[in-house]
């Protein structure tokens, strides 16, 4: 025994002093490499000191890395250097200024170093004075090469200003102005001068105060380059018919809450233009009679009736019948019922292409959604919104039929957690589902629906927070307004598992934390009692 404690106290001195002297070697290591380490950094920092080496690159390579960045970035790199200030301000093609009246006594410097700008936009507050002519004309005379120029709330601008300046930027290519105060004859010049203008966008143009006594508009010389027309709440849209008819080339119209006849400026747009491709109508003096009309443009891939109460499915079957090309069409009657099964049955069997679908108080049912899922095969993206008789069973329905569906969304229609089920079993291609204010389906029916399918985003909102008469009533709410982005592919399952959410759990949490948040206020005052009896007793 004596001999085994011997040994175990030897093993035991040498291991000691063999873990010491493994903590010293290792203490000398990291003292070498801490060493080592301060003696590269002062070395790269001498190195640093003495070259530039970003003064190899040529101007044209700094050029394309400013490009490829966002603008806080750019604004960040042109602090480094004054050559990079001068690279960065040569570089720069797309420039937004708030247009308020003291941007004038800034303007030489600012388009002195932003001398390559191509897309400006100008942007004033409601509350403040906005640029006006001195300005604008200025800033044209700095900047002829303009193609694309934004004006918003412009107050101050008259249509001299819009005069001089369209006959000093003749190569503008896109115009938007929106609540400026300017009238006809501003944007007759630019029509007169501007033979590349491609788009043009109206919105509140509040210096045609009466249509019966202003000139009319016409293309000008942007007859033949104008494609795209957008007029929106222009109470005297008349005004602008003639641009609209001389458009000789015209693929995109779109009106909204206009005034004026648009069933004759449909048909004589009919007999004058045949490549006419995407139309949206909203809130318009339109009738079947333009719908047929626009039945004459065999090329229509988008159709949008927002609103339209007297399009009926008549003017519907016109419109499938001879735009087979329909790609998207989107439909709010408005809770009318003009529109049912027998328009949504013609634009199935006609429209083989449609690829994206939008009813918003349209009451289809099982017949005409199931002629849709066996004629679509492309149909990719779909909403239902406000209509008594979506339910369970129609659900089911494009559950087996809608192979191709990728996006879906529900909102304030008479569905349950039935129709949630037939979602999980259908559908295969499908990436999003969206459920708004349908009161029948819980929280359990969206987490089995994404349980079962843990790629699929599920969002579920069943409004109970909000106003119950803000939902889709007769009125036609905007709320009701769906917007269908464009389809991202997702590069794997878990990616579209971690960004699944539903507004449902993200209320139940808030609801939890602020249980927790009124237990920790007990808490907190039950220990003040306490202290304040010990206290007392104490004394």
Not at 257 to 284: F, P, W, Y
Request: net charge positive.
């Amino acid at each position: 025994m004596g001999q085994s404690a011997s040994t175990s106290a030897i093993s035991s001195g040498s291991s000691r002093r063999g873990s010491n002297h493994h903590h010293c070697s290792r203490s000398k290591s990291m003292a070498q490499i801490s060493s080592m380490q301060v003696e590269e950094n002062a070395q790269f920092q001498q190195i640093n000191e003495k070259f530039d080496y970003t003064s190899d690159l040529p101007d044209e390579c700094l050029a394309c890395i400013f490009q490829s960045l966002g603008s806080g970035d750019r604004k960040q790199c042109s602090l480094v250097c004054w050559r990079w200030l001068r690279i960065e301000g040569q570089t720069r093609h797309r420039l937004s200024l708030n247009a308020n009246a003291d941007l004038l006594t800034v303007v030489p410097s600012l388009f002195s170093r932003f001398d390559a700008v191509t897309k400006l936009a100008l942007k004033c507050d409601r509350r403040s004075v906005s640029i006006d002519d001195d300005a604008l004309i200025l800033i044209s005379h700095r900047c002829r090469n303009i193609t694309r120029l934004k004006l918003r709330a412009c107050r101050e601008l008259t249509d001299f200003g819009m005069g001089v300046f369209a006959k000093n930027c003749k190569g503008l290519k896109k115009l938007s102005c929106g609540s400026c105060t300017f009238g006809a004859k501003g944007m007759s010049a630019v029509l007169d001068n501007c033979s590349a203008l491609e788009e043009l966008s109206v919105k509140r143009l509040r210096g045609i105060t009466d249509g019966s006594t202003v000139e009319p508009i016409g293309p000008g010389v942007a007859a033949s380059s104008l494609k795209t027309i957008c007029l929106k709440e222009q109470y005297n849209g008349q005004c602008f018919w003639p641009l609209i008819i001389g458009a000789k080339n015209l693929r995109t119209l779109k009106l909204f809450r206009c005034s004026g006849d648009c069933d004759k400026l449909l048909q004589v747009i009919a007999n004058r233009t045949t490549s006419m491709v995407e139309i949206h109508l909203e809130r318009l003096q339109v009738s079947d009679l333009g719908l047929v009309a626009i039945s004459h443009f065999s090329n229509l891939e988008i159709l949008h009736l927002v609103k339209t109460s007297e399009c009926t499915n008549a003017g519907l079957v016109s419109v499938a019948e001879r735009c087979k090309l329909m790609r998207k069409l989107h439909i709010d009657g408005w809770k009318a019922n003009r529109i049912g099964d027998e328009g949504l049955s013609a634009v199935a069997k006609c429209c083989p292409n449609l690829q994206e679908l939008v009813l918003i108080g349209v009451n289809p049912t099982k017949l005409s959604l199931e002629m849709l899922a066996a004629n679509c095969q492309n149909l990719e993206r779909l909403a239902l919104c406000a209509s008594d008789t979506v339910g369970d069973p129609e659900i089911s329905c494009i559950a087996a039929k809608c192979l191709a569906l990728k996006k879906l969304c529900i909102k304030s229609c008479p569905v349950s957690d039935q129709g949630m089920r037939a979602l999980a079993c259908g559908c295969p291609n499908l990436v999003k589902v969206k459920v708004k204010k349908c009161r029948a389906v819980t929280y359990e029916g969206a987490d089995g629906l994404r349980a079962s399918r843990e790629s699929l985003a599920v969002n579920l909102d069943t409004g109970e927070t909000e106003h119950q008469d803000a939902s889709a009533s007769d009125g036609g709410a905007q709320e009701n307004a769906v917007e269908l982005p464009p389809l991202v592919s997702l590069n794997g399952a878990g990616a579209a598992n971690i960004a699944t959410s539903s507004s449902g759990r993200s209320n139940s949490l808030k609801a939890r934390l602020g249980l927790l948040t009124g237990w920790n206020v007990v808490t907190c005052t039950l220990r003040r009692w306490a202290g304040s009896h010990s206290s007392s007793r104490g004394s």
